[in-house]
Nanobody, 121 residues
Framework: QVQLVESGGGLVQAGSSLRLSCAASGTTFSINRFGWYRQAPGKQRELVATISTYRISTYGRTNYADSVKGRFTISRDNAKNTVYLQMNSLKPEDTAVYYC??????????WGQGTQVTVSS
């Protein structure tokens, strides 16, 4: 079992920055990947960024959606068992509920409750 709790969302102006946090607990030792997704009103949930976290061959490897490349950075603090999403140069189109996600070695999918990010123009 894995539990994910997001925090750090809020209302900001365009051009501002926010840092989202995803605190993971439970059986997280062998999980290979954490990701951030977002869902805007009326749209499907989309992948924002992922980070590889277990296999030595891919440890620390990151992947980003084209829409956030160069503005967002995903990272992990192993000591705190927390995954971060640093979001810079925010745009109104980044407005969405942001979710933390992971899949355990058995293939079970886990999601956090989400945190709202609203960017005003």
């Amino acid at each position: 079992q894995v539990q994910l709790v997001e925090s750090g969302g809020g209302l900001v102006q365009a051009g501002s920055s926010l840092r989202l946090s995803c605190a993971a607990s439970g059986t997280t030792f062998s999980i290979n990947r954490f990701g951030w997704y977002r869902q805007a009103p009326g749209k499907q949930r989309e992948l924002v960024a992922t980070i590889s976290t277990y296999r030595i061959s891919t440890y620390g490897r990151t992947n980003y959606a084209d829409s956030v490349k160069g503005r967002f950075t995903i990272s992990r603090d192993n000591a705190k068992n927390t995954v971060y999403l640093q979001m810079n140069s925010l745009k109104p189109e980044d407005t969405a509920v942001y979710y933390c996600n992971t899949i355990d070695p058995t293939g079970r999918d886990y999601w956090g409750q989400g945190t709202q990010v609203t960017v005003s123009s």
